[in-house]
């Protein structure tokens, strides 16, 4: 799985930051906040830039289309989108990573979850969600990079070799750690 970060450009010449996973490669799955709504509408913007680390130079490209797959939603509630980034040219430098989803641009509301710092429903060391190119940080620890542009990080469990995404990782909300989850496991 190769993580990717993403430079959205502003109206105001700034950027905001997050967090994606190229899925394959022109493909990127993200989240982030009312991305569809509003003036928020980042991915109306005709180039994003991303980088596989914050030390290698940016890469800019044209997106295509920002799909939101039906299967990626629980309920009808709540703040965040979650969704695949559509990139117009291949990143063949990356390891591809292929999913089949419907093309289903209709927009719903996500479902978040969270677990509590020393939460005991979170035990096993192998549930992490990772903050790309900082630190990781685990479910359970007090160890949290607070930094900006965490949200799209992927929270996953690695079960019998398979790596399986669990959602789609957003902050800290309310002493929580908090998650878009996806309807059913996707397996890699």
């Known amino acids: 799985m190769q993580y990717v970060k993403l430079f959205m450009p502003l109206p ?12 394959n490669s022109n493909t990127i799955l993200t989240a982030g906040h009312n991305l569809l709504e509003g003036k928020r509408k980042y991915f109306e913007k005709v180039e994003i830039e991303f980088s596989p680390e914050l030390n290698i130079p940016r890469t800019t490209v044209k997106k ?15 703040k965040y989108d979650i969704g695949m980034i559509r990139l117009s040219q291949r990143m063949v430098n990356f390891t591809d990573v292929d999913l ?12 978040t979850e969270g677990f509590k710092f020393n939460s005991s429903e979170l035990t096993s060391a192998n549930i992490k969600a990772r903050k790309p190119w900082y ?39 309310s002493g ?3 998650f878009v989850p996806l309807r059913k496991n996707l397996m890699l």
């Open 12 to 23: 105001n010449g700034k950027y905001a930051e997050g967090t994606g996973v190229l899925w």
């Open 135 to 173: 630190r990781p940080f685990i479910y359970g620890s007090s160890d949290i990079p607070l930094d900006h542009g965490m949200s799209g990080s992927p929270l996953y469990v690695i079960e019998n070799n398979t790596l399986k995404i669990l959602g789609v990782f957003i902050g800290i909300q």
């Open 100 to 111: 089949e989803y419907p093309p289903n641009k209709m927009r719903r509301a996500c479902k």
């Open 176 to 178: 929580k750690y908090a």
């Open 64 to 78: 295509t289309q920002f799909h939101v797959p039906q299967m990626f939603y629980e309920t009808t509630r709540a």
